[in-house]
């Protein structure tokens, strides 16, 4: 009995050991991590600026809005994301930070609802003309939902936006699950510095 609890120790050990280490970046040079910075940097810039959009959803039908994007002095991107109503009353409204992790070469993200803290995670890489992200929704109340979410027909006047949706963990996906068609309605925007040196 104890050496099979000690074989199950070791297993485990070895299994977070695995794991941990799969999360661990390869050591890179302050150089190459600033060349994967720079060349990453821009990825986000078609979403900077004012826009109006609609949207259809499987589960809650026809919707439209307006989304903003403004870089901040540091290089993280700011967005807030609002879905309002006929009389522009609104519905729904989330902000998002983005920032470029260049240890992992990968765009991390943290959407933020009011009372909803820091929980709704989430990953992103641009591949070719699109940008691709994986990102948690809705773990504050329990009802975590999981996006696969595709920026695609990236114009400086507009773009596409889809997201399969999966609710029970990645196991299945409902595929298309959300739609948006976003149109610029202003310029590219970004923040001053909030504590300026003076």
């Known amino acids: 009995m104890a050496t099979i609890r000690l074989l199950t120790g070791a297993l485990l050990v070895a299994l977070l050991v695995t794991q941990l280490a799969a999360q661990t970046p390869a050591k890179r040079t302050e150089k190459e991590l600033q060349a994967s910075f720079d060349a990453h940097k821009g990825d986000?810039?078609?979403?900077?600026?004012?826009?109006?959009f609609t949207s259809v959803s499987k589960e809650h039908g026809p919707a439209k809005g307006f989304w903003t994007a403004a870089r901040l002095a540091?290089?993280?991107?700011?967005?807030?994301?609002?879905?309002?109503?006929?009389?522009?009353?609104?519905?729904?409204?989330?902000?998002?930070l983005r920032s470029y992790n260049a240890g992992l070469d990968r765009w991390e993200l943290v959407g933020m609802v009011e009372g909803g803290g820091l929980q709704d995670v989430g990953t992103g890489q641009r591949l070719g003309?699109?940008?691709?992200?994986?990102?948690k929704f809705g773990v504050?109340?329990?009802?975590?939902s999981i996006l696969r979410i595709r920026y695609y027909n990236i114009q400086p006047d507009r773009f596409s936006w889809t997201a399969d949706r999966s609710t029970d963990g990645g196991k299945s996906w409902v595929k298309d699950s959300?739609?948006?068609?976003?149109?610029?309605?202003?310029?590219?925007?970004?923040?001053?510095?909030?504590?300026?040196?003076?």
């Open 44 to 52: 986000f810039d078609y979403l900077l600026g004012e826009w109006e």
């Open 74 to 96: 540091t290089g993280q991107i700011l967005d807030e994301f609002r879905i309002v109503g006929n009389n522009r009353e609104t519905w729904y409204v989330t902000s998002t």
């Open 129 to 135: 003309g699109e940008v691709h992200i994986e990102q």
């Open 140 to 144: 504050a109340t329990g009802n975590t």
């Open 178 to 198: 959300q739609k948006i068609e976003a149109h610029r309605i202003g310029p590219a925007r970004s923040l001053d510095a909030l504590a300026p040196a003076r």
